[in-house]
């Protein structure tokens, strides 16, 4: 089976589901077949948005862009951010 997971940040809620089908409608070509139902309904949330016939399937995928900038820069520094200490 081939899965193609979308992810979006919570900014882009408001155009989620548009965006969403302009991305599976050019991908129709290699089997995609979207949902409309499924896909209005996959806000704020994970789940699939393609059909039961699709060849391809598509499902939205949560995620947390802060926290993954912030692991990151963590591990390129090497070593545990610490909060300031205060003098006393």
Do not use: Q, Y
């Amino acid at each position: 089976m081939t899965i193609l997971a979308i992810n979006a940040g919570s900014a882009s809620l408001k155009f989620a589901v548009m965006v969403r089908a302009m991305i599976c409608e050019d991908l129709a070509w290699c089997g995609l077949s979207l949902d409309p139902d499924r896909n209005g309904n996959v806000i704020d949330a994970e789940g699939r948005i393609t059909s039961d016939n699709s060849r391809l399937h598509a499902h939205v995928i949560l995620s947390e862009e802060e926290l993954m900038i912030a692991h990151e820069a963590v591990r390129c520094v090497g070593e545990p951010i610490m909060a300031p200490r205060l003098s006393v």
